[in-house]
């Protein structure tokens, strides 16, 4: 189940990547606390919202959400666009759940558009299943209307919506929010928990297809298969360096700080490869904690250290000059520089040895499928995979 949901998520941001002609020049911010919703208007960006059955049957469908979440992140780090890497963003919903409230179609959004990853994976492992009735079309209706897709041509948007029930219940007819999804450039890609025959039946290939979106079917109980690397000790052991390079600061800056080793713990709670594609996802373009890190709030230019107060700042750097506080701020950077590289090394030499011992195999034949008709899909777009 796991492999099949990272599947369906390469699908969403290969889909999303249909346009490569962003314009990526960086713009001056102003410097403000914390900017976490507003990114800038010229970079492009792989919006994805994720749309999950969380009734009784689906706990495989859920545990492998919470299981895949880095390998699918690690992916979509890969893609580029020219020469572009486009920035990403994951929102969450929960339909399905009979704890949720029966005048809002039993849904609820979990998390609106963010590229926290920190955030994804919290609100991923606080989602539990319960019984009740599966609305697809208004789910699909409620992450049009309430999340914030913006305009940009060059955004590629994606939604993935997983399930197990009739597409067609409910009030809102599916094929109204595929008009909808169209008029805003929203591919819909449509996941059926079981038989691919019964899928097409139950209407979610249609749903799928109304938006020139993809229609899978997988087995969300399927248990998931770990391959154990020569260098994944090393790479856990680079993770644990990297968050020492971490310098926090604001009022959520220590939340936020335990919030990442708690992630990681949920992480490792999986499998030691779970929290091996946790820390190669820590040291690419997508893992950027700017409201809470000074490092990446100087690099991307979210605050100026001249103008940060000192009772924002960390112990160790209280009532230091501003020139001590720059000198250790570029200091942590390197360091993180030289710690990402050398899991940026480690994982190349990682991914050789996993695909050596998976020549050959038939257990995972729905993702290498899916996996190649993907890239192809991204061929013809001009899409590149480093």
């Known amino acids: 189940m796991k492999t099949h949901f990272k599947t369906l998520l390469f699908c969403t941001a290969l889909a999303v990547f249909t346009s490569c002609n962003a314009n990526n020049k960086k713009q001056d911010l102003a410097i ?43 992916e979509l780090s890969y893609a580029k666009c020219g020469t572009n890497k486009p920035n990403l963003q994951i929102a969450l919903y929960e339909y399905g759940n009979s704890r949720l409230s029966k005048s809002e179609g039993y849904i609820r959004q979990v998390l609106a558009f963010s590229d926290d990853l920190d955030d994804i994976s919290k609100e991923l492992f606080s989602l539990n299943t319960n019984g009740g009735d599966e609305y697809c079309g208004q789910v699909i209706q409620s992450s049009l209307s309430e999340l914030n897709w913006g305009k940009n041509p060059d955004d590629l948007k994606l939604i993935f919506i997983a399930g197990n029930e009739p597409f067609n219940q409910g009030e809102v007819n599916y094929k109204d929010a595929s008009t909808n999804a169209n008029e805003k450039d929203v591919t819909v890609n449509t996941i059926f928990c079981g038989d691919y025959n019964q899928g097409i039946s139950s209407h979610w290939k249609d749903g799928a297809q109304l938006t020139h979106g993809d229609y899978m079917a997988i ?17 856990i052991i680079l993770n644990q360096q990297l968050n020492n390079t971490y310098v926090i600061y604001g009022a959520r800056g220590r939340e936020k700080k335990t919030q990442q080793v708690a992630q990681d713990a949920n992480a490792i709670g999986y499998s030691k490869a779970n929290a091996v594609n946790r820390a190669i996802s820590k040291s690419s373009h997508l893992y950027k904690n700017k409201s809470w890190d000074l490092v990446d709030a100087v690099e991307q230019e979210e605050v100026a250290i001249d103008d ?64 190649k008709a993907i890239k192809e899909q991204a061929k013809r777009k001009k899409y590149t995979w480093k």
Request: net charge positive.
């Open 32 to 74: 403000n606390d914390v900017k976490l919703n507003h990114p800038d208007t010229n970079k492009q960006y792989i919006k994805v919202a994720l749309l999950l059955d969380t009734s009784n049957s689906m706990d495989g469908l859920i545990d492998q959400a919470k299981a895949q979440l880095w390998d699918i992140v690690n």
């Open 219 to 235: 087995n969300q109980n399927q248990a998931t298969v770990h391959v154990a690397s020569p260098y994944d000790d090393d790479i």
């Open 308 to 371: 940060v107060k000192d009772n924002a700042l960390p112990p160790e750097l209280k009532g230091k000059s501003k020139t001590a506080i720059k000198t250790y701020v570029a200091k942590k950077s390197k360091e993180r520089e030289d710690i990402q590289n050398k899991i940026q090394e480690l994982n190349n030499k990682r991914k050789s040895y996993i695909a050596k011992q998976k020549a050959g195999s038939t257990n995972n034949g729905l993702e290498n499928a899916m996996t």
